[in-house]
């Protein structure tokens, strides 16, 4: 049972490029979210989802967009690259709003 | 928006030692969370708490859900090199928003 599962695990970006990032649950939960974590700030929630084409604002949203085509999957994307974006990115999932099963995590360098 | 207060920040203690942190919030929760975060790892839940005054243990792991719903506390008794890691609390108060997540308590045993 592979739970949460996030690719890549490491990537470095230059200034101003687009990347996706991939989650992968198989735990059939219905909720699903992406985390950033920075030095001395804990988890802030990017954005998150409630069901399967669904998609929800969170805490700091700005400079990323998301998409839950499928109830499986949640893709976070960067359009246009900041160093204020490195940082490490985790994606969770849960049956409801409370329990969250965390991923290992995406280290990303803006540079 | 909602904030959690976790302190403190690090603790450095010896081996054996028993451990106490602390979440607190300006605003009632209806669920209150542990995690710990191993490096390089995602946040692992230890314990949910349910119910205002709850007391729960995992193994040397004991939270209580604080009795204002505005609390938490994490207490490890007699503890060991493997507990070094971030603790986290997080809380959610099931009326639509996701969970909040404290700051996190960085723990380091030595041996």
């Known amino acids: 049972n592979a739970g949460v599962t996030q690719t890549p695990k490491f990537r470095v970006l230059k200034t101003g490029q687009s990347m996706t990032l991939l989650c992968a649950q198989d735990?059939?939960?219905?909720?699903m979210y992406w985390y950033r974590q920075d030095p001395g700030m804990g988890l802030r929630l990017i954005h998150y989802s409630v069901g399967e084409g669904t998609t929800a604002k969170g805490e700091v949203p700005d400079g990323y967009n998301v998409s839950r085509l499928k109830k499986q999957n949640f893709l976070l994307g960067l359009e246009s690259a900041a160093p204020s974006q490195t940082s490490v990115y985790f994606c969770?999932?849960?049956?409801?709003?409370?329990?969250?099963?965390f991923g290992q995590g995406t280290r990303l360098t803006v540079v | 928006g909602q904030q959690l207060n976790q302190s403190p920040q690090s603790m450095f203690i010896q081996e054996g030692e028993d451990v106490s942190m602390n979440c607190t919030s300006s605003?009632?929760?209806?669920?209150w969370l542990w995690y710990k975060q191993d490096p390089g790892e995602g946040p692992v839940l230890l314990i949910a708490?349910?119910?205002?005054?709850e007391l729960t243990s995992n193994g040397r792991l004991t939270a209580q859900f604080g009795i204002t719903r505005k609390d938490s506390f994490l207490n490890i008794s007699a503890s060991i090199p493997s507990d070094v890691g971030i603790y986290f609390c997080?809380?959610?108060?099931?009326?639509?928003?996701?969970?909040?997540f404290g700051g996190g308590t960085r723990l380091m045993v030595k041996p």
């Open positions: 605003s009632i929760f209806n669920t």
């Open positions: 735990m059939n939960h219905e909720y």
């Open positions: 708490l349910y119910k205002a005054g």
């Open positions: 997080a809380g959610c108060n099931n009326a639509g928003n996701m969970l909040t």
């Open positions: 969770a999932s849960s049956y409801d709003d409370t329990e969250a099963f």
